[in-house]
C-alpha cells in the first residue's frame, strides 16, 4: 500500500498555491486587462500542459497575443494543445522558448511556418489530430494544467456568456474544472445580466475583459459569384447520382465551391427533380450563407452547427425552427457535440481535398504546408461502432454477406485539375514526403481510401463502394481523372466495362443535362441574392460587400 | 421563395402555447410534486418525440413512473428515446398505449419482455443504438418535443446539481433547451445553494421534485469473492499478453468478474512484473471499487467516468489527483464526453460477450434477449478517423502497406463455456436469429470480427490482427476455443503452427505460471479487503456487505 501521508489533493494544491500568489491582482475571480501578463506568468509554470482556445473561426486572441509575450525566463517549455494554429502568435509562443511541444488538429493558415519550425527543431510535435480525438484526449492523457478561453460576455457572479459562438468552449472548460486545472477566460464585455448562462461561474476561475473582442473568422463564407459552371455541372450529377440515387437524408457539406454550389442548387434543380422533402432535411454544418436560398424555399427541417458564421447572426435568429438557438434568441452551436453528430449520426459527407492517389487515398496536406486535420478525417470516416441504420447507410450494405451492415457515404467532390492548375489525381500524395519531412508516424492522410465511397469529378461519378478489389477501385479513378496522368491509363473499353457494372457513372448515365450546367441554375448568383433570400436578415462581412 | 407569413418560430411557438396551458401549475419553474401528472398531460402532446432520462445507472424513476400514468386518451402514439430500458415502467408506458416507437441503446433488465413486446407489435423499433450515436441523433433527426430528466439539487433560481451522476443529463438536456423542446427536470431536493452549478436555469423549463430520489443502480461494482481461478489465469495472460506486450497506456474495461480480475493483479503480479508506471495510467471507465488497489498502489493517473458509482462517492471526493472532482469536492461525470473519450483516446478495449462465432464476431444478444448495444460497440471499434499516434496502436499496424496506420486494441475475455455451462464459440451467433424475429435491418452483432484484434480464455490468447486471411482468423479462434464444437475443430498440429507464427499464445509462451493462477493473487479478496485498502471510504451497498 501507499504511504499513509500520501497527499491525494496534490494538483488541487498546486492550483490553490498559484491563485494565492496571484491574489493581490484578482478581485472575485476578475483580473484587470493590464495585469494579464502578470496574471499568466504567475499563474503558468514551465512544462505545463496549456489548452489555448482557437478552432478555425474562433481565437481567444487576447490572450495569445498575452502569452506570447511573457518572459520565458519564468515560463517555457509549455505543452501547448490547441485546435487550430492560426494565428501568427501562436507559434511566437514556441519562436519566443515559451512553449516547446505542440498537440493540434489544424493549421490552416499557419501551414507553412509551422512546417519550417518542425524541420529547424524549434517545435516539437505531439501529434496531429482531427478535433474530436483531440477534445477526446483532454480527458485522458492531455488534462491541462491552464485553460486560456474566450466568451463574448460575464456577468458579475463570473457565469458565462458564448453567444454564436461557443464551439468548443465548454469541453475545454469541462476538461480543466474538475481536473484542478485553471480556467481563465478572456471575456469582451462584462455586464449586470447575460442574455443567458452557457458556462457557470462554478467552473471559472478568473475572467478578464480583452482589450479588443476576439478574432472570429467567417470562414464559412462562398461568394456565389465564384461558383463555375464545371462546379455546378458536379454537383448537378451529386444531386442526382448520389443524394437521389441514396436517399440521403442527413449531411455534412465541407467548405467549399463545390458544395456551395450543391446548396445552390437544391431551390433551382432539386426543385425540377421533385427532390423537395425527399433528400436532406438534416444537416450538421456550419451556418454557411449559401444554404440560406435552400432553407428559405423549405429544404431543410434542422441544422445543427459547430460554430457560429459573421453575419448570419440576425438571420439564424429569426429562423428558431431551423437552427439551434436559445430562449434568449441567440444561436447554440458546439463543436464537441457537431463534431459527434457529424460522425455519428449523419448519413453522409461531402468534401473536397488537394491530392488523391491512385487508392483513392486523400489529403489536403502538400510539400511544405502542414495544413493538419480539422473535423474532415471525423465526420469523412465510417464509424464502425454504428450500429442504428437508414436507407442511404443501408444502400451501401454489401449483397454477399449476410452479416454486413450499411455504410455512411464519403464523398470527394473535386476538379481534375486544381485552380493552381496541377492534377488532383497523383501517382503518390505530397503527404508521402510530409510524413518523412516532420518525421511523422504515418503518412498524414486526410480520408482514407477504405473509407471513401463516392469520388466525383467533371467527368462523372465514381462509385468505389461496389468495386471488389484495388485493381478495380483504381480503375474507376482513373476513369474519371480526365487527363491527369493517372486519367491517361483508362480508356474507353474499360469505361465502358465500368459503366455497365454501375461503379461509374458520366453526366448522361445519371440523365444530367450537360448544357444545363449553367450559373443562371444557381438560386443566388452573387452575396448580393443572398441577402436578397434572407430578406435583408443576412449581413455579410465587408470583404464580401461588392454592392453599396 | 416561400410564403412571406411562413412563421419560422412555429416550435418555439408551439411551446410557448404549451407552458401558458399550465402556468397554474407552475410557480416560476417549479411544479408541485402531485401536480406531476397534470404536467405531463399539459405539456406532451401525442406523436412528440420525449426522451426520457435512463443510462444503465442513473433513472429518471419518478417521470417515467408519472409517464406510464398519464391518460392515453389525452398522451398517445408517443416516439419515446431511452439510452436504456430499465425499468418495468419503462414498457408499460408502450402497453399502457402512451408511446408506441422506441428508440433505445441498451435493455439489460427488461430484454425478455422488450422482445416479446415487438413480437406481438406493441412497440415498434426504430432503432437500437450505441449510446453516443444516440446522443449524436438528438441534434440532427431525433430532436425532442420534451426532455424528462433528473438531478440531485435545484437552488430556487432553477439551477441543477447534477452531483457525481451527471452522466448523460447535459447532453440531452442541450438537445432540447435550444431547438424549442421542453425541458422538465425532476430534482431530489430543492435548495438554497447548491454544491456547484452543472446545468445553468436558463435552459431548464420545469423542475418538480421527486417523491423519492431517482434510482441509482450499483452497476459496476464486482465482489472479489466470486472471481474465480481461471479468471485469474486468464487475467495474467491479458497483463503479460497485451497489456506488456503492447505497452498499453488507455484503457476501458467493461463490466464484469474477468477485468476486475485484472484490475485486482495489477498491484500483485503487476508489480511482480515491474509494470508499475508502465502501463495503463490513464484510464476512462466508471469508479469501479475493484480499481482501488490500484489506485492506492500507485498504478493510477487518471480516471474520467461515463457515471458515478453508489458508495464510492467519499472515496471518490478524497482522491481529486484521480478523478474528475469539481472545487465542491464532489465528482462531474459526462456520459458523452466518456464515450467520446473512450472511442478516441484509449489505446485498448477490453470486455466480454456472451457468444463469439466462428469468425470472431461476438454479441450479448441471444434468444430471447434484446439486450441492445449501450456503449461497447463505439468502444469496442477502431475508429477509422483517429490520426494521432501511440505506440499500442502503432504496433498493431500492418507492415507490408507504407500508408498504412495502427489500429486500436479490442479485446475480448471469456471462458470458453459461460456460467449457465453453454459454448460460449458457437457456428451462428442466436443474434441471427433475433434479427429475423425482431425484423432488424441488420444482425444485432456487439463487436465486429474486424474490429477485434484479440481474444483470450482460459486455453490462451488469439492475435487476431496478426491473422492474414480469415481462413487463419477463423483457425485462430478454435485454437483457443476449448472443447467447445468450435475448438474441437483445432488440434496439436494446427495449433503450433499458429504458436510459431506468433497468432496464438498458451500460457507457457507467455511466461506465464498456471500454478500461480489463485486467489490469493488479487490485491483484494472481498468486499471489506477493498473498504480497507479505501481506508474506510469506500462505503459499499448494503446487498454487497456480507460483513458487520
Known amino acids: 500500500m501507499t504511504n499513509k501521508n500520501h497527499n491525494w489533493a496534490s494538483q488541487r494544491d498546486e492550483k490553490n498555491l498559484r491563485m494565492a500568489n496571484a491574489t493581490s491582482i484578482i478581485n472575485n475571480k476578475f483580473v484587470r486587462t493590464e495585469n494579464a501578463k502578470e496574471l499568466l506568468e504567475t499563474l503558468i509554470q514551465p512544462n505545463d500542459r496549456v489548452v489555448l482556445e482557437g478552432d478555425n473561426q474562433k481565437q481567444a486572441s487576447f490572450l495569445s497575443e498575452t502569452l506570447a509575450s511573457v518572459d520565458c525566463a519564468r515560463i517555457h517549455d509549455l505543452h501547448m494543445i490547441m485546435s487550430s494554429v492560426s494565428r501568427p502568435e501562436h507559434l511566437d509562443i514556441f519562436e519566443n522558448g515559451i512553449a516547446t511541444k505542440l498537440d493540434f488538429s489544424f493549421a490552416g493558415p499557419q501551414s507553412n511556418r509551422i512546417s519550417k519550425m518542425i524541420s529547424s527543431g524549434i517545435l516539437k510535435i505531439g501529434d496531429i489530430h482531427t478535433y474530436l480525438e483531440l477534445y477526446a484526449r483532454l480527458f485522458v492523457d492531455l488534462t491541462p494544467n491552464v485553460v486560456l478561453v474566450a466568451a463574448d460576455k460575464a456577468d458579475k457572479q463570473g457565469n458565462l456568456y458564448t453567444g454564436y459562438n461557443t464551439e468548443e468552449t465548454p469541453v475545454i472548460i469541462e476538461s480543466a474544472a474538475f481536473k484542478n486545472g485553471i480556467v481563465i477566460v478572456q471575456v469582451s464585455e462584462i455586464v449586470d445580466k447575460l442574455p443567458r448562462v452557457d458556462i457557470p461561474s462554478d467552473w471559472v476561475d478568473i475572467i478578464i475583459q480583452s482589450d479588443k473582442p476576439y478574432q472570429l473568422e467567417p470562414l464559412f463564407t462562398r461568394d456565389p459569384q465564384n461558383i463555375t459552371e464545371l462546379q455546378i455541372l458536379m454537383g448537378m450529377m451529386a444531386i442526382r447520382g448520389i443524394y437521389e440515387k441514396h436517399h440521403v437524408q442527413s449531411v455534412n457539406h465541407g467548405i467549399g465551391f463545390n458544395t456551395a454550389a450543391i446548396e445552390l442548387l437544391l431551390p433551382t434543380y432539386g426543385n425540377q427533380l421533385g427532390l423537395k422533402g425527399k433528400i436532406v432535411p438534416y444537416w450538421e454544418v456550419n451556418p454557411t450563407p449559401t444554404l440560406i436560398p435552400a432553407i428559405e424555399n423549405g429544404w431543410i427541417k434542422s441544422i445543427h452547427s459547430f460554430g457560429g458564421e459573421v453575419g448570419m447572426e440576425q438571420y439564424i435568429s429569426a429562423r428558431p425552427d431551423v437552427f439551434f438557438v436559445g430562449k434568449d434568441g441567440t444561436m447554440r452551436s458546439n463543436r464537441a ?64 454477406n449476410p452479416l454486413a451492415k450499411g455504410q455512411k457515404l464519403v464523398v470527394q467532390i473535386v476538379e481534375t485539375y486544381n485552380s493552381a492548375k496541377k492534377p488532383v489525381f497523383v501517382e503518390h500524395l505530397d503527404a508521402e514526403k510530409v510524413q518523412k519531412e516532420a518525421n511523422l508516424e504515418n503518412v498524414p492522410i486526410m480520408i482514407y481510401s477504405e473509407d471513401t465511397t463516392h469520388i466525383v469529378t467533371e467527368e462523372g461519378i465514381a462509385y468505389l463502394y461496389k468495386t471488389n478489389s484495388m485493381t478495380e477501385r483504381q480503375e474507376a479513378i482513373e476513369a474519371i481523372a480526365g487527363v491527369t496522368p493517372l486519367g491517361l491509363r483508362s480508356n474507353a473499353k474499360k469505361l465502358n466495362q465500368l459503366r455497365n457494372k454501375g461503379i461509374v457513372a458520366l453526366p448522361e448515365d445519371l440523365k444530367v443535362n450537360r448544357l444545363a450546367a449553367k450559373r443562371s441554375l444557381l438560386a443566388a448568383k452573387n452575396m448580393e441574392d443572398l441577402v436578397k433570400w434572407s430578406k435583408g436578415l443576412y449581413n455579410p462581412p465587408a470583404k464580401f460587400r461588392s454592392w453599396s
Chains 1, 2 share one sequence.
Do not use: C, E
Not at 487508392?359 to 489536403?364: A, E
Open 337 to 400: 457535440y457537431g463534431q459527434m453528430a457529424g460522425q455519428y449520426a449523419l448519413d453522409m459527407f461531402v468534401g473536397s481535398t488537394l491530392q488523391i492517389d491512385k487508392y483513392g487515398n486523400s489529403s489536403t496536406v502538400t510539400n511544405g504546408r502542414l495544413s493538419g486535420f480539422g473535423g474532415a478525417p471525423n465526420m469523412g470516416s465510417n464509424p464502425t461502432g454504428r450500429r442504428h441504420s437508414s436507407t442511404a447507410w443501408q444502400s451501401l450494405k454489401p449483397t454477399d
